[in-house]
T-cell receptor, first 112, second 113 residues
Framework: EAGVTQSPTHLIKTRGQQATLRCSPI?????VYWYQQALGLGLQFLLW???????NRGNFPPRFSGRQFPNYSSELNVNALELEDSALYLC???????????FGSGTRLTVV | GEDVEQSLFLSVREGDSSVINCTYTDSSSTYLYWYKQEPGAGLQLLTY?????DMKQDQRLTVLLNKKDKHLSLRIADTQTGDSAIYFCAEEGYGGSQGNLIFGKGTKLSVKP
């Protein structure tokens, strides 16, 4: 069974640009979660999507947004990039029938 | 507010037991998780414990939960060099908090041969 896959693995952007990160959940998982792992700040919850809807949001500005597609894959968009957005972005998925969250290997975003 | 605290570093010798400790503040937490992160990799779920349990054992891993003190520990028996990684504990609350895991900053475990 394929795990949670994220693309790209690495992304370098210039301050002010937009970044799009992608996530494919495990087959059968309907919920997708996004986390930011920034140096010194640890792992912070960003967004939760379920059945195409945003269900919960962490303490991040509106320039962090995303969506979930009918096949349950998800995109995270970060607009007007700032240097502090440099981090590892992790996606996780879960099933409504089983406990726990499975994480992908992440996308490392570097803003220069 | 919610907060999860862990010590940042632990060093043990190969073959010894490792004990990684964690304290949390949200008494309404339903599940508590332990994740492992190897360099350059994502998070691997190691084990979890429901908040009404005291202990859970899974092969070399033993989780102890002291609800009164809001203290969680992960014991790794017969620690191997392959266990070197960062270990995160995380708590999850009820209902609308689904997916909003509150993570500690992680404990870096170094295993010396």
């Amino acid at each position: 069974e394929a795990g949670v896959t994220q693309s790209p693995t690495h992304l370098i952007k210039t301050r002010g640009q937009q970044a799009t990160l992608r996530c494919s959940p495990i087959s059968g998982h309907t919920s997708v979660y996004w986390y930011q792992q920034a140096l010194g700040l640890g792992l912070q919850f960003l967004l939760w999507y379920d059945e195409g809807e945003e269900r919960n949001r962490g303490n991040f500005p509106p320039r962090f947004s995303g969506r979930q597609f009918p096949n349950y894959s998800s995109e995270l968009n970060v607009n007007a990039l700032e240097l502090e957005d440099s981090a590892l972005y992790l996606c996780a998925s879960s099933s409504p029938y089983a406990l726990g969250y499975t994480f992908g290997s992440g996308t490392r975003l570097t803003v220069v | 507010g919610e907060d999860v605290e862990q010590s940042l570093f632990l060093s043990v010798r190969e073959g010894d037991s490792s004990v990684i400790n964690c304290t949390y503040t949200d008494s309404s937490s339903t599940y508590l998780y332990w994740y492992k992160q190897e360099p350059g990799a994502g998070l691997q779920l190691l084990t979890y414990i429901f908040s009404n349990m005291d202990m859970k054992q899974d092969q070399r891993l033993t989780v102890l939960l002291n609800k009164k003190d809001k203290h969680l520990s992960l014991r790794i028996a017969d620690t191997q060099t392959g266990d070197s990684a960062i270990y995160f504990c995380a708590e999850e609350g009820y209902g609308g908090s689904q997916g909003n895991l509150i993570f500690g900053k992680g404990t870096k475990l170094s295993v010396k041969p």
